[in-house]
């Protein structure tokens, strides 16, 4: 029986509140002391615990702690062997520009702009025109692709009625006025084409009366590098636009090409009939755009080929030049060739498994970039560079040639920018024409200096590359 004040209790209760034999003198030796609160007690302390106690409490906690930091942890893919021959044709298949994306990336804005424009058109049975611009590779034509996908999706979930799409590259066209034969053929495929008329009157005349145009599908036409109808026949062009404004059309018309000003410098007179198409411009892939893309590229290969310093190297050096995608994918595919010579040629075996590594890039960027030209330039007198530099920075607003005054005005710009006093009209004159004896520059005739034409003879990235290590022309390329 416990005291009645309660100091100590008997053995025996002791023994009740713990079974274990180990723990008796220690418990009967040891005097009362007050209750406190509970500790916890290790994982190790627990396992010399009571055997009524259980002891897995603590194992499955730290276990279950344990799963989702396991799970967070990214599998990390092996290494490639790019003596496989296997692995290497699938790298190089998915780093060609033939292989098509399951889900074109970057490109999301635009691709919904498009797409609501078809949509409107074909919900409201009303004509259109839209003309895309933007530099090479940057995803123009890749887009469409994806359009015509999304509108045959529209139209399955809605029950809408899905234009009859016909894609012509103009380049494929025999003549100009050939793409009028395909529109019409089209338009009526079990109609004979009547010979006596042209197929462009035949389809004005179809879209200009009700009767005929009533039983009419709405047709999509994709016009792909609409540049070839401007260099041979603007009046083809401008025909092919006035289509849309029939009072019964039902054309939808999406011009694609790389000038940027188009519908500023040849479609003067739909402007002035108030049929000027809708604009939409494809900017330059940025640096983190064009690595996004290769990764996404890579994602679906069960290995590492790059180092990601490797294709951050690529990703700057080509958006700082044009942002051509097509450039920067020829350059990997350029790379991955630059490493299988250095493993034929390596008699070691330790770097079979290597991965293309940023020298390996280096190479194949300075082999890309790197031409006669670019040493010309980076020969020529300062003034003279600067020259050049103008005219890149004109050029990119989409114009092919310029005067030598207009070229004067931005070389002008240049100069104040950058505290560096200009040379008069007819220094630069002659700077120009030293510049089109290296065939860099080319001139057109005129009596006066000022109105003489001039055409850059060179690839602008040459430029770009052969004077953005030149902090004063890097300044001026990134305004």
């Given amino acids: 029986m416990p005291s009645i004040g309660g100091v100590r209790s008997s053995p025996e209760k002791r023994r009740l509140r713990s079974n274990s034999d180990l723990m008796d003198d220690t418990v009967i030796s040891t005097p009362s002391k007050p209750c406190s609160p509970l500790k916890t007690k290790s994982p190790r302390r627990c396992c010399d615990d009571s055997p009524n106690r259980r002891r897995t409490n603590v194992n499955e906690t730290v276990a279950i702690d344990n799963i989702p930091k396991m799970r967070k942890s990214p599998k990390k893919k092996p290494i490639w062997n790019p003596t496989d021959s296997e692995q290497l044709s699938a790298v190089k298949e998915a780093l060609h520009v033939s292989t098509a994306p399951s889900m074109p990336v970057c490109r999301e804005v635009e691709q919904k702009r498009i797409v609501e424009f078809c949509r409107q058109c074909v919900e409201q049975d009303k004509a259109g025109s839209l003309y895309v611009c933007g530099c090479p590779g940057t995803g123009k034509s890749l887009s469409m692709e994806n359009v015509n996908k999304s509108l045959a999706v529209w139209a399955k979930e809605t029950g809408g009625e899905l234009p009859q799409v016909l894609t012509i590259n103009c380049t494929s066209l025999s003549t100009t006025s050939e793409i009028f034969n395909k529109i019409l053929e089209n338009s009526q495929p079990h109609k004979k084409v009547n010979n006596r008329s042209t197929p462009l009157r035949q389809i004005q005349q179809l879209y200009s009366q009700k009767q005929q145009s009533t039983g009419t599908k709405m047709m999509l036409v994709i016009a792909d590098e609409l540049d070839y109808l401007i260099t041979k026949d603007r009046v083809v062009l401008h025909d ?12 939808i018309l999406i011009g694609i090409a790389n000038a940027i000003d188009l519908a500023d410098r040849f479609l003067p007179k739909l402007q002035s009939l108030n049929c000027k198409p809708m604009v939409l411009s494809f900017r330059a892939y940025s640096m983190d755009q064009i690595i996004m893309i290769l990764k996404q590229r890579l994602m679906a290969l069960p290995y590492t080929v790059f180092q990601p310093q490797a294709l951050e190297l690529c990703a700057r050096k080509v958006a700082a030049s044009s942002g051509d995608m097509r450039k920067a994918l020829g350059i990997c595919r350029a790379a991955i060739e630059r490493l299988e010579t250095e493993l034929r040629d390596d008699t070691c075996t330790s770097n079979l498994t290597s991965m293309v590594r940023v020298d390996h890039m280096a190479i194949a960027l300075s ?71 290296q065939g860099i520059l080319k001139l057109g005739q005129s009596r006066d200096d000022k109105l003489k034409r001039v055409t850059l003879q060179i690839d602008e990235a040459d430029i770009i590359f052969a004077l953005q290590g030149i902090r004063f022309f890097a300044a001026v390329f990134s305004k």
């Fill in 240 to 251: 092919l636009f006035m289509l849309t404004t029939l009072p019964f059309s039902k054309l």
């Fill in 367 to 437: 082999r890309a970039y790197k031409s006669p030209i670019v040493d010309t330039i980076q020969s020529l007198p300062q003034h003279q560079q600067i020259v050049l530099c103008s005219a890149v920075k004109l050029f990119r607003k989409g114009k092919k040639d310029t005067t030598i005054g207009e070229l004067n005005q931005f070389y002008i710009d240049v100069c104040k920018s950058s505290l560096i006093p200009p040379v008069g009209i007819m220094e630069l004159s002659c700077m120009c024409r030293v510049l089109g004896d």
